[in-house]
C-alpha cells in the first residue's frame, strides 16, 4: 500500500507529494513541526503539542494555517489513510510560498502544512528499551532559541551522525559550562543513587519536551522526587540510572554515555518502570 501525505490541501501519494521550490522551508528552514506518538490508532498527547505548535508559531510570527480542530481531523485521517496502529505522525507547516528574500514577504502569504505518518515496530522498541542505548557527548553548536521546535536541525542531524559512527544511538549536547543541555532527539535524565530524578528546566537551553511533561507528572504520581537542574556527563555517568524521553521513544534507558557505562551498564528499573507506567499519565486523542 503506498503512503498517503496530506499537502496544503490535498491528500497525496507519497511519490506525489511536494511543495513549491520557493517554500520557504525548503528555502529558510523557515517553519516548525511537532511529532506525535500514535498508538491504537489514535494521537498521544495532542492537546499539548498543539499548544507547543501555536507557541512555535507565534515566536516566529507564523500565522496559523487553519483551527486546531480542523487540524486534528487531518492528522487523524492520514493516520487512518496509512493504517498506522502504532508509530508516528508528523506535521510541519512553514510560512509559505513566497520570492527568496530573506525578510518576511510583503504581502501576506499562506503557510504550507504538510503531514505524513508512517508505522513502527512495537516489538522493536521493547527490545531497544530491554538492551538501552548508547550516548554520546558533543559541545552545543546550536543556536540559542531551542525552545521553538524549528525545522531547523542540521546541528542535530550532525550530532546523531556522530553518534552513530560510534556506534551509539543518541547524542547529548554539552553546554560552555560543561552541563549536559538535551539530546539532539529528545530531553535527558539521570536517576541519582539516592532515586531523585533530575533534569534540566525547561525555561531555557532545552525544548519543552511535550513526554517530559507528562513523565513529570508521571513522577509526582508515583511520589518521586524531581530536580529540575542541570548536570554534567561525569554527574551522568556516575549516576544510577539515566535515560531519555521523546516521543518517539518515550522513556528510553541510557547504559553508557562516551563508553563509560552509567550505573551497572544495564538499563536501570526505575527507568523500565517509568516507561511501564506512562501511557497511564498520557492524553489520548
Known sequence: MSR?????G?????RDASVHVEDRGY???DGVYEV???RGGRLIDWPRHAKRLQRSLSELRIAEPMQLNALLMILREVVRRNRVDYGIVYLQVTRGVARRDHGFPLQPVRPSVVVTARSANADKAEKTATNGIKVITVPENRWPRVDIKSVALLPNVLARQAAKDQGAQEAWYVDGSGHVTEGASCNAWIITKDGRAVTRSAESGILSGITRAVLIETLAALQIK???RPFTPQEATDA??????AATQIVM???SIDGRPVGDGRPGPL?????????RFADVT
Open 10 to 14: 490535498r491528500y497525496v501519494p507519497m
Open 4 to 8: 498517503i501525505a496530506y499537502v496544503n
Open 226 to 228: 524531581l530536580d529540575e
Open 271 to 279: 527507568a523500565l518502570r517509568l516507561r511501564e507506567q506512562f501511557h
Open 27 to 29: 528555502q529558510f528552514a
Open 253 to 255: 534507558p541510557v547504559v
Open 36 to 38: 506525535c506518538e500514535v
Open 240 to 245: 544510577a540510572e539515566a535515560f531519555v524521553t
